[in-house]
């Protein structure tokens, strides 16, 4: 789907589902994952399919930019009822590091034969390219959650990615992320 994260655009009579425009949500999209807690619901950050349409996560802007965030370390962040759903389906987020902050993310998800998801941390190389094939950090483990601890030797814009295993792997998650300051990780 084209348009603004959170405003797909498809054809009348379709709606954007992960990222594809359907005539009608796919047997994969319940109402809601991991229970009605909080959260923002997937559809809210839809299309992130690509990093230029990557969801900047929570207190992710520069931090000459976060008036609005005084927190940025410490604090455990949470988007919750996010899914990957749909063949091919990405969800790809983006947050600003500086060098020696540390971010610590956790996939929390039910993993089942058939619903295995997978995660990986990358920036843009010298190039200006993005750097899939040698990425910073993944995590590919074939049980329940995925973990990332990266300590960011390079300033700039790092980009996550959830993913199925297979195109058919589809399942809901819950994301979570601290960013810790180089005085606190020491």
Sequence with gaps: CGGSAGNGTCPEGFGCYGGICLESAPAC?????????????????EPNNTPDLA???????????????????DVQRTYMN???CGEGDLDIYKIYLLPNETINITMKYDHDAGRN???????????????????DQQSTSTNDDEEISHTVVFEGWYYLMVFG????????YALQWTILNSSTTK
Excluded: E
């Design 29 to 45: 999209w319940p109402d809601y994952y991991f229970g009605t807690i909080g959260g923002n619901d997937d559809a809210d950050f």
């Design 55 to 73: 969801f900047m996560l929570q207190c992710g802007d520069l931090p000459t930019n976060n008036l609005a965030c005084p927190t940025r370390y």
């Design 165 to 172: 295993n297979t195109i058919n792997d589809i399942n809901g």
């Design 82 to 84: 996010l899914a990957i």
């Design 117 to 135: 998801l997978d995660m990986v941390l990358f920036h843009k190389d010298a190039n200006g390219d993005y750097n899939l094939s040698n990425p």
